[in-house]
């Protein structure tokens, strides 16, 4: 049987505890309000849980299992009152003391037709489940599915010979680009800004890596992305960045332009503390001490890709000690991957960029919109401020005001421009005026 045989290959390769998955039943009972949380594989007689949440044991008899009408379908299962529906009514699980009242389930499907079980959601009491938060469910179900389909590419790849997926790896046409960038000043930054949603004033700019060619073409950051997978090139690549923006800021704040802070992306390389360099807090403190700018001056981005590096704990010293220093962290791109879950409680930071792809669908999707509010609430839970990637029109930034969200960045605010055009963008708020949302 096909479903039983994938579920055996993904058994080889994603035994153990997950903290990826842990977070995601963490967010399904959070968005829920329910105690009991799972995300749970089927075999032909057991039913194991794979994460789990305010449950004890390692799994159950399949035949007693609601999971197992789960994955019957492609749709949600949601039993509002076990105690009531005739195909649970006897169940052990409803029968005794304290037993499951409400159970809502989404199919993990791998493929189409093989659904190997379910991320579900358990309650003691009956319970109804509104149609945005069965859309969140679903959601998270598909990154569940996407984390375990994961542990099986990461597999594969370690069976490949290590040296020719290195060759695969770096791209030599981009890696000479870059390397010609740097030693001939090739490299430049450009400038979007962003924008208090509620008053339309900018509070800041991001600074975007481009190459620009003798001959005036200028490259995005696909042209040269190879070198970034190899550590020596992307830390000076990173070093040439901060001091290209903190010059900037410098030159903006002696000019009297009141322009914010510029907010850099450091890459995972600039983490790794090399004998005889001052490590990344080091750096940044210097150019910053360097140019009389105060920290508020430079915010610092990172992406999911960095926390998934393999030095989360190091990682995180070092923006908590950036922190502590005064400046400005920013969780980017939060959302499009696995461990945005994991690290929101787990790492020091100050705000949340949600990623401009969700923001894009968000009018036409109850889903995405449901994803966006519940990002945003959650930042707001604990502390934090949210930035909208990727606005592009007027229904978005309604939306996004109406959901409370405090700041944005896209084209509908200014599209990325050199230092000399930003003076074009500088009067955003007297030209284009976002009033605050009633």
Same mark, same amino acid.
């Given at each position: 049987? *096909? ?7 993904? *058994? ?15 967010? *399904?009972?959070? *968005? ?11 075999? =032909? &007689?057991?039913?194991? !849980? ?15 299992? !609601? ?24 169940? #052990? ?18 493929? #189409?037709?093989?659904? @190997? ?14 149609? &945005? ?10 990154? $569940?599915?996407?984390?375990? @389909?994961?542990?099986? =590419? ?13 060759? +695969?790896?770096?791209?030599? $046409? ?51 992305? +190879?070198? !970034? ?17 903190? $010059? ?25 503390? @090399? #004998? ?10 210097? $150019? ?45 791109? !939060? ?85 000399? =055009? ?13 009033? #605050?949302?009633?």
């Amino acid at each position: 049987m *096909a479903r039983l045989k994938r579920l055996s290959e993904l *058994a080889i390769v994603s035994s153990g505890p997950d903290p990826v998955l842990d977070a995601l039943v963490d967010a *399904a009972c959070l *968005a829920t309000g329910t105690p009991i949380g799972l995300i749970t594989l089927l075999d =032909d &007689e057991r039913q194991w !849980f794979k994460s789990k949440r305010g449950i004890e044991g390692e799994g159950s008899c399949r035949a007693d299992a !609601f999971c197992d009408y789960t994955i019957r379908s492609s749709r949600p299962f949601i039993v509002p009152d076990a105690d009531r529906d005739v195909r649970f009514a006897g169940n #052990p699980f409803v029968t005794e003391s304290d037993g499951i009242r409400f159970y809502a389930g989404v199919p993990l499907e791998i493929e #189409p037709g093989i659904r @190997l079980g379910s991320l579900c959601v358990i309650d003691r009491v009956p319970r109804r489940l509104a149609a &945005e938060v069965r859309s969140l469910l679903e959601r998270l179900a598909r990154c $569940a599915v996407e984390r375990l @389909l994961q542990s099986e =590419d990461r597999y594969l790849l370690s069976r490949i010979d290590s040296g020719r997926l290195d060759r +695969a790896k770096a791209d030599k $046409a981009a890696l000479v680009l870059a390397e010609e960038a740097l030693a001939h000043g090739f490299f430049e930054l450009h400038y979007q800004p962003k924008i208090a949603l509620d008053t339309g004033r900018r509070i800041g700019f991001e600074a975007l890596l481009r190459l620009k060619k003798a001959d005036g073409t200028i490259f995005g950051p696909v042209a040269f992305c +190879a070198a !970034f997978d190899e550590p020596i090139l992307s830390r000076r690549i990173g070093s040439h960045v901060l001091q290209s923006a903190v $010059a900037q800021a410098k030159a903006w704040e002696d000019a009297g332009v009141d322009f914010g802070h510029i907010a850099i992306n450091v890459s995972s390389s600039q983490f790794v503390s @090399l #004998p005889g360099s001052h490590g990344l807090v080091g750096e940044i403190l210097d $150019a910053t001490r360097s140019a009389g700018l105060s920290p508020r001056r430079i915010q610092i981005e990172v992406t999911e890709g960095v926390m998934l590096s393999g030095q989360d704990g190091d990682i995180g010293m070092q923006l908590e000690a950036l922190r502590a220093a005064g400046f400005l962290v920013a969780f980017d791109d !939060f959302g499009t991957g696995f461990a945005s879950l994991v690290h929101l409680k787990e790492l020091a930071y100050d705000q949340i960029k949600i990623d401009g792809s969700f923001v894009r669908a968000m009018t036409g999707s109850s889903a995405d919109h449901a994803i966006v509010k519940a990002i945003v609430d959650m930042a707001k839970a604990l502390g934090k401020h949210v930035i909208a990637e990727g606005v592009e029109t007027e229904a978005e930034l309604q939306a996004l005001q109406s959901l409370g969200c405090h700041y944005g960045q896209g084209f509908l605010f200014g599209r990325p421009a050199r230092a000399s =055009d930003v003076s074009l963008l500088l009067d955003y708020s007297a030209k284009w005026g976002v009033p #605050p949302h009633t």
